[in-house]
Nanobody, 126 residues
Framework: VQLQASGGGLVQAGGSLRLSCAAS????????IGWFRQAPGKEREGVSC??????????TDSVKGRFTISSDNANAKRTVYLQMNSLKPEDTAVYYC??????????????????WGQGTLVTVSS
């Protein structure tokens, strides 16, 4: 299983970015893809998650109404997007995507995820 995250960059406060997580090597139909972020000096936190079983989406409170997670399973590729609008300086972090195979437990618990992609840096200037 490989996860490739992309789409980070530098944006001014109030701007938008769309992160992508391309997943390959999956042979499972029941999985969840989550986005996590880690700011300097802070612990990694769950940002959002989407479940393949029911399409359920989950968000941490600080991004609700601003971020939207979606998935595209066309052409045997699984890509999960995180559309980030109204970005704030406090959204600055390295963003990671991760995959959990099987039933989704506590979506924001990083220890429940089996595979991780490399991070992509999001910097929001004030």
């Amino acid at each position: 299983v490989q996860l490739q995250a992309s789409g980070g960059g530098l944006v001014q406060a109030g701007g938008s970015l769309r992160l992508s997580c391309a997943a390959s090597g999956f042979t499972f139909d029941d999985y969840a893809i989550g986005w996590f972020r880690q700011a300097p000096g802070k612990e990694r936190e769950g940002v959002s998650c989407i479940s393949s079983s029911d399409g359920g989406t989950y968000y941490t409170d600080s991004v609700k109404g601003r971020f939207t997670i979606s998935s595209d399973n066309a052409n045997a590729k699984r890509t999960v997007y995180l559309q980030m609008n109204s970005l704030k300086p406090e959204d600055t972090a390295v963003y990671y995507c991760a995959a959990r195979l099987g039933d989704l437990g506590v979506w924001a618990d990083a220890t429940e995820y089996d595979y991780w992609g490399q991070g992509t840096l999001v910097t929001v200037s004030s």
